[in-house]
């Protein structure tokens, strides 16, 4: 009896395709909840770089737990959650973003106007991050997100005690292209925003993130940032996402009850 047949030939290709399959279908099912979890883990460990806090010798949540006090904030009044009011959805130590701004319930349209940072809609409550070292308010850490030219980047922005100064910013998330638009990762470029004036006295946006070089001996230098070479499309997303979000209709009003102190506890 002849072994060789065509109906043997694609038999055997598709038991071995089926049994590939199996495989891959149980690998990326019983891995869903580690590749969850180390997302979570990420954005923990990247709020911390913004806050410099990290520390690759210490475990992340043991330096998340010893320094950073969450909490919810209703971005249009920037006055905290009521903790009573927190849910599986409005929680600071498990807040996600994207499900908040996709949600109508939790978040409204943006008009495209007031939309520079390019989100479309805008979450209502957002999670921020205050630094406590010694029981005083060091630092507080914002997320910031806006869209760069091929993806909507996703980041932390930290802003000194006196509420206008930068001490870090990091994007944990981004689909821009490595050595273009994906130098928003480079330690030296995230380390120039260090010092930088976000904000005047008075609250307005100074902060610009510039095509080509910062001049140091202008006196615009203390709040300009160098752009990205190469990547202008990215560099104007990130210089307007920041700018949207220090402003009226992102951080603004909780910076400025911070300020006044009046949103403490
Ligand atoms: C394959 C490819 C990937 C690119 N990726 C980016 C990017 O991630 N960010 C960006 O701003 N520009 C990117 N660009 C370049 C833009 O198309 C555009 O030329 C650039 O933003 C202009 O910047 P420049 O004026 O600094 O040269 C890419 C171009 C190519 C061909």
Not at 51 to 56: H, K, T
Not at 118 to 133: C, S
Not at 152 to 173: E, M, N
Request: charged letters at 25%; proline letters at 5%.
């Amino acid at each position: 009896m002849q072994n060789e047949t065509i109906g043997k030939t694609f038999a055997v290709a598709l038991g071995v395709c089926l049994v590939s399959s199996i495989f891959v279908s149980y690998a990326a099912v019983s891995l869903r909840d580690k590749q969850i979890e180390n997302k979570k883990l990420d954005k923990v460990k990247n709020i911390l770089i913004a806050g410099n806090l990290y520390d690759q010798s210490r475990s992340i949540q043991e330096i998340y737990n010893q320094y950073i006090k969450a909490e919810i904030i209703d971005l249009k009044t920037g006055d905290p959650l009521p903790q009573d009011q927190y849910n599986d959805d409005l929680n600071p130590d498990d807040f996600d973003i994207q499900a908040i701004a996709d949600n109508p319930d939790y978040s409204e349209p943006l008009p495209a106007e007031k939309d520079i940072a390019g989100i479309r809609r805008l979450p209502r409550y957002m999670a921020v991050y205050r630094v406590i070292e010694d029981g005083e308010l060091t630092r507080i850490i914002v997320p910031v997100f806006g869209k760069g030219l091929w993806s909507t980047l996703y980041g932390f922005l930290a802003i000194d005690k006196d509420f206008k100064t930068a001490s870090g910013l990091t994007f944990y998330q981004h689909g821009e292209t490595p050595g273009l638009g994906g130098e928003v990762d480079n330690p030296l470029w995230k380390a120039s925003w260090k010092g930088k004036q976000l904000l005047d006295d008075q609250g307005n946006v100074l902060i610009e993130v510039i095509k080509g070089k910062v001049v140091p001996s202008s006196p615009k230098a203390d709040h300009q940032v160098d752009g990205l070479s190469g990547a202008t499309l990215t560099t104007r997303g990130i210089n307007s996402l920041i700018r949207f979000w220090l402003g009226e209709n992102g951080y603004g009003p909780f910076l400025k009850k911070l300020k006044e102190g009046s949103n403490n506890e």
